[in-house]
């Protein structure tokens, strides 16, 4: 017990030094879907946030979503939504939501939760306890999303 | 609660045409008509029709199937012939010492997996039973170069017969298992075979026009890879793409996951060995 107790202290120490101030995965609290608070104290970073979106490794939203805004790559998916005018259609609050955990938003969807680290089953040992993204990652992502507007 | 997009709804309905998405095309193999479509078995609940993976290839893929010259798993196959005649083991003899019509062999594949002495066996445990109890020779490594380019041997005697796998009595609960594996979300992604196959064949995902994931067409040589590839190291790379640990090749679960997935393809013709991307 002692060397478990050990164990956790450290764990919890460690992911505090990285992030300080991050909001933890779940603790993330939800509205109707929305998250209305920023996951991290620095502003979103919308040109990273564009470079995740596409990275496969990364974000991969491209696998699923067309994207008008990033004609350079060559393979949009069209599993899900465009993404063209987005930013019209919900609020940042509500992007937020859906790209932090997509399941709070739309019931049973394939699109996957971005920013848990449990709640899933048999994953490969180098993402257990992960989460996809980083909550720095979310925020830019976020803020790139903000910027796709039609109208 | 939940809310969604009026997008949602629109693309839900779209959906049901999405289905129509992959051409239309037959596939002539070597002259002879092979079946890519057909209605869905009944115990399918959310499929009207069934399609064959080629149905989703580009024409160049396509083009490579229908004729035995251009299809490059055909050199496999004749590896195949070739560990067929070989002799090996403590026994002195080579499959084809006892089996020696390899054509005796059609009818077999359009039937596998199936239960015998209450376990499921696939294709791959009927080969290695011979060589370990037979031959007195090491078994085959389950995805290896040796066995796939023998089930493919025996595959093609099979060639345009229809998919006929028995999922009930014995068979019963290892389809069960094999149906409750398919729409179980496993890996950091959280996905079920059924929200790519069921729900969204037809669209592009990525680079990848998704199929239906028919194994009707294994072994499969993949352009990718360029070497044959079983039934079960799909269903691991599939897990793999969406983080998650892979069951085991030839355990349990895979067995029951093939038994499901060839009874979701009840009626198409058997293409092995196919050729995809």
């Known amino acids: 017990m002692k060397h478990a107790m050990g164990f956790a202290a450290i764990a919890v120490f460690g992911a505090s030094m990285a992030f300080a101030e991050d909001v933890k995965p779940m603790a993330v609290s939800f509205a109707d879907g929305s998250v209305e608070a920023a996951l991290t104290s620095t502003a979103g970073d919308p040109a990273n946030g564009r470079k995740v979106f596409a990275n496969r490794k990364q974000g991969n939203c491209l696998a699923c979503h067309m994207n008008a805004d990033l004609p350079e790559e060559s393979f949009h998916g069209e599993v899900g939504p465009p993404m063209d005018g987005v930013a019209d259609r919900w609020t940042k609050a509500e992007l937020r939501g859906i790209v932090t955990n997509s399941k709070m938003m739309f019931e049973g969807t394939i699109m996957p939760a971005f920013y848990v680290d449990s709640g899933y089953e048999r994953p490969l040992d180098e993402f257990a306890g992960k989460s996809i993204l980083t909550a720095q990652q979310v925020e830019d992502i976020v803020a790139y999303l903000i910027t796709l507007k039609e109208d | ?277």
């Open chain 2, 1 to 277: 609660m939940m809310k969604s997009a009026p997008w949602v709804a629109l693309v839900a309905m779209g959906f049901g045409g999405a289905a129509v998405a992959q051409d239309s095309k037959a596939l002539n193999v070597e002259g002879t008509a092979l079946v890519t479509e057909a209605a869905a078995p009944s115990h399918m609940e959310n499929v009207d029709t069934i399609y064959s993976g080629w149905r989703f290839r580009s024409g160049e893929t396509q083009a490579l199937q229908t004729d035995d010259f251009d299809n490059p798993a055909m050199v496999f196959v004749d590896q195949g012939i070739d560990q067929f005649g070989k002799i090996d083991g403590t026994e002195g003899k080579a499959c084809s010492s006892c089996h020696e019509n390899i054509e005796d062999f059609a009818g077999l594949r359009p039937q596998l997996p199936r239960v015998q002495d209450g376990k499921l066996v696939s294709m791959e445990n009927l080969v290695n039973t011979c060589r370990t109890e037979r031959m007195g020779a090491e078994p085959w490594k389950w995805s290896g170069g040796q066995m796939t380019a023998v089930t493919a041997l025996i595959g093609l005697q099979s060639r345009g017969m229809p998919i006929d796998v028995a999922i009930d009595g014995d068979a019963a609960p290892f389809w069960e298992k094999g149906k409750e594996l398919y729409y179980t979300r496993v890996g950091q992604l959280d996905m079920s075979c059924s929200n790519c196959h069921e729900d969204n064949y037809g669209t592009m995902i990525r680079a990848d026009h998704l199929s239906q994931g028919q194994i009707n067409g294994f072994p499969t040589y993949r352009l990718k890879n360029a070497k044959l590839n079983s039934t079960h190291g799909r269903f691991k790379g599939c897990m793999k793409n969406i983080r998650a640990t892979p069951f085991a090749e030839g355990g349990d679960e895979f067995k029951a996951l093939e038994l499901y997935l060839a009874s979701r393809g009840q009626g198409l013709a058997v293409e092995s060995p196919s050729v995809r991307n």
